[in-house]
């Protein structure tokens, strides 16, 4: 009986707060109607991208970003080697400012510690209605695009990522533990932006579904006191900002 209530509460969560998108009716694969994203992609064979995506911001190493909340400093260690398509994303949004001033708009501690989601660029407008947070991304001021960037796992004992498919049924070498980075994103595997998370407990059932792409190395308790409605009030490159490669 323990058992099965964790599974559903688990697969209750994924379903309920892993959307960057839910704009009903839209063509945007990252503003689409989510649907239970428990449910794995059409394809889960694992067919190796043999190269990096081009045309996309991407991390050669590692860096380690600062966030301030709450007047507190949260550490992450990003993780360009393993996932060097999401961690360049989210060092080259963090370098343009796009985290500052951004609100977590979603957090879940009841049942169980789960996650705490944020970097919705619309939640720095006072003006959006709530119930839209959750619906944005990263628009790119030179395409005015949003910019989506694949999903991206390297499964354990590889030494290149998977592109644009989930995992399930392989490990990923980097997984949802205490702490744990991530990005959100719709039930379309490549539709993530600027949306990331916080893993507030081990979470095992993401892992393969959703790209881990750092930990906190510092700060973990301001992570677990997070409330909705917390601001980043700065996030900043400290360094490994040479690593960082956008041409």
């Known amino acids: 009986m323990v058992f099965g209530f964790r599974m559903q509460w688990a697969i209750g969560l994924v379903v309920a707060l892993f959307m960057v998108g839910c704009t009903a009716g839209a063509t945007d694969p990252s503003e689409s109607s989510t649907t239970s994203l428990a449910e794995p ?38 993780d360009g080697t393993q996932a060097p398509i999401t961690a360049g994303n989210f060092v080259d949004l963090v370098e343009r400012g796009v985290y500052d001033g951004t609100v977590f708009h979603r957090v879940v501690r009841e049942p169980q510690p789960f996650v705490v989601q944020g ?29 989506l960037i694949p999903l991206e796992i390297t499964p354990a004992g590889s030494e290149q990522p998977i592109y ?9 070498a980097l997984q949802h533990t205490h702490g744990a980075v991530a ?6 595997p490549d539709s993530a932006s600027s949306q990331f998370y916080f893993a507030l407990a081990d979470l095992p059932f993401l892992d393969g579904s959703y790209a881990v792409f750092g930990y906190v190395t510092e700060g973990l308790d301001t992570v677990d006191a997070i409330q909705q409605g917390d601001v980043v009030e700065s996030a900043t490159v400290l360094e490994g900002l040479d690593n960082l490669v956008t041409e």
């Open 119 to 147: 970097g919705d660029p619309q939640s720095k407008d006072p003006t959006v209605p709530v119930q839209q947070l959750g619906t944005g991304g990263f628009v790119d001021p030179d395409t005015q695009e949003k910019r």
């Open 41 to 78: 992609a059409e394809s889960t064979e694992l067919a190796v991208t043999p190269s990096i995506p081009e045309g996309l911001a991407r991390l050669e190493g590692k860096a380690t970003v600062e966030l301030t909340v709450n007047g507190e400093r949260i550490l992450v260690e990003v």
């Open 164 to 172: 644009g498919q989930t995992l399930e049924n392989s490990q990923p």
């Open 183 to 188: 990005m959100a994103r719709s039930q379309f």
